[in-house]
C-alpha cells in the first residue's frame, strides 16, 4: 500500500499535455494513413483515443483554471486581460495564419466560415473547434467564479452553463465532436476541490482501473456517435486521468522529452493541421505514409517551437503582474532611489 496525493503538479501537468498532444496529432494523421484508414478497427481506436485526448485536455484546463483561482486572491481580477484577452489574441493571430495559408493555396474559405472564425461555430483553423470552445469555457469560468460566491451553487451554475453551450451547439448544428466530451471541463474543476487530499493506493486499483478503461475506451470506439458517447467517453476521460494521477504513474510520467512536448503542445495542435494540408495537398503531395509522417512531426515541431516564442511575447504584453511583483518592483526601485 502506497499512500498518494491526488493533486498534480505542473511538471506532472505538462507531461500530460505533452502524451496527449502526441495522441492527437497521431488521431488527425489517421485518415492520410493507408495501414489505419483501410482498417476499420484501427481507425476507430485511432478516433476514440482523440476524443479522449480532447477530454483530458478540457479536464486539464478546468483543473488548472481552479488551481490559480484558489493560488491568486486577485486572480479573477485580471482574468479577462491574461486569460481570455490573451487567448484570443493568439487565437486571432491563428486564424490570419490559416487565411494566408488558403489564399496562397488558392483554397475557397466560404463568407460564413470567415465571418465564424471570428465568433463561433467555425474556423478556418484546422481542427480549431475546440479553441473556440475553450474560449466559451474561459468565459463561463469568468462568469461563474466572478459572480456566484458559493462553491456548490457554482457547481450548479457550470451545469447549467455547459448544458446551454450544448444546446448552442445543437441550434447551429455543430459536429458532435464540439460537445461530446465537454463535461470533463466540470470534473477538472471538482477535481481540484481535493487535490490536498491523500489517497491508499494498492495495486488491485490499479488493475480494476486498467480493466475498466479498457471497457469504456472500447465503448467509445464503438458508440463514437452513439447516444450514450459524451458518457462513455467522460468515464472513460476519468478512468484515464485516474490512472494517470492517482497511482504512482504519476510520479514518473514526467519524463523529460514529454514535459518539453507539453511545453508546445498547443502551438503543436494549432499548427500540425496546417503541415498535413499542404503534404497532401497538389502543390506537394508526399505519397509514402512515413515520409509524409516524418515531415508533418518535424515541420509541424519546428513551426511549434517558433511559434512558443511569439506567444510567450504576447504573454508577456499582456500580463498584469501580480501583487507580489508589483510590491518587488516598488522595493527595487525604492532601493535603488
Known amino acids: 500500500m502506497k499512500q498518494i496525493t491526488l493533486g498534480i503538479s505542473k511538471g506532472e501537468t505538462t507531461a500530460i499535455k505533452g502524451f496527449l498532444a ?16 483501410t482498417n476499420p478497427i484501427l481507425s476507430k481506436m485511432f478516433i476514440a483515443f482523440g476524443y479522449l485526448s480532447v477530454g483530458c485536455f478540457f479536464f486539464l484546463s478546468g483543473y488548472g483554471l481552479n488551481a490559480s483561482y484558489k493560488k491568486r486572491s486577485d486572480y479573477m481580477k485580471c482574468f479577462l486581460r491574461d486569460r481570455i484577452c490573451t487567448f484570443y489574441i493568439k487565437y486571432l493571430l491563428m486564424v490570419a495564419f490559416y487565411f494566408t495559408l488558403f489564399i496562397v493555396g488558392n483554397t475557397h474559405v466560404s463568407k460564413s466560415l470567415a465571418i465564424k ?33 458559493k462553491v456548490n451553487m457554482r457547481v450548479y451554475a457550470m451545469i447549467v452553463g455547459l448544458f446551454a453551450y450544448i444546446g448552442l451547439c445543437l441550434l447551429m448544428h455543430l459536429n458532435y465532436t464540439w460537445y461530446q466530451s465537454i463535461f470533463c471541463f466540470l470534473f477538472g474543476l471538482l477535481y481540484c476541490e481535493i487535490k490536498d487530499k491523500t489517497f491508499n493506493f494498492r495495486i488491485v486499483h490499479a488493475l480494476l482501473g486498467i480493466i475498466v478503461f479498457v471497457g469504456l475506451a472500447i465503448l467509445t470506439a464503438v458508440n463514437t456517435y452513439g447516444a450514450m458517447a459524451p458518457v462513455l467517453t467522460t468515464l472513460a476521460v476519468l478512468t ?98
Not at 514526467?254 to 497532401?280: D, N, Q
Open 22 to 37: 502526441i495522441l492527437v496529432v497521431f488521431c488527425h494523421l489517421r485518415s492520410f494513413i493507408s495501414v489505419v484508414d
Open 117 to 149: 472564425s471570428f465568433l463561433f461555430g467555425g474556423t478556418v483553423i484546422i481542427n480549431g473547434w475546440y479553441l473556440q470552445a475553450n474560449l466559451i469555457l474561459y468565459l463561463l469560468f469568468f462568469v461563474v467564479y466572478k459572480f456566484v460566491p
Open 240 to 337: 484515464m486521468m485516474g490512472l494517470m494521477v492517482a497511482t504512482p504513474v504519476k510520479h514518473r510520467i514526467a519524463w523529460k522529452p514529454l514535459k518539453w512536448m507539453g511545453k508546445i503542445s498547443f502551438e503543436l495542435y494549432v499548427i500540425h493541421g496546417a503541415f498535413i494540408t499542404i503534404f497532401r495537398s497538389n502543390l506537394i503531395y508526399v505519397k509514402n505514409d512515413l515520409l509524409f509522417i516524418a515531415l508533418v512531426w518535424l515541420c509541424s515541431i519546428g513551426s511549434a517551437i517558433i511559434l512558443s516564442k511569439v506567444f510567450a511575447l504576447i504573454d508577456k504584453i499582456m500580463k498584469t503582474p501580480n501583487k507580489k511583483e508589483k510590491d518587488n518592483t516598488g522595493e527595487k526601485i525604492q532601493n535603488e532611489t
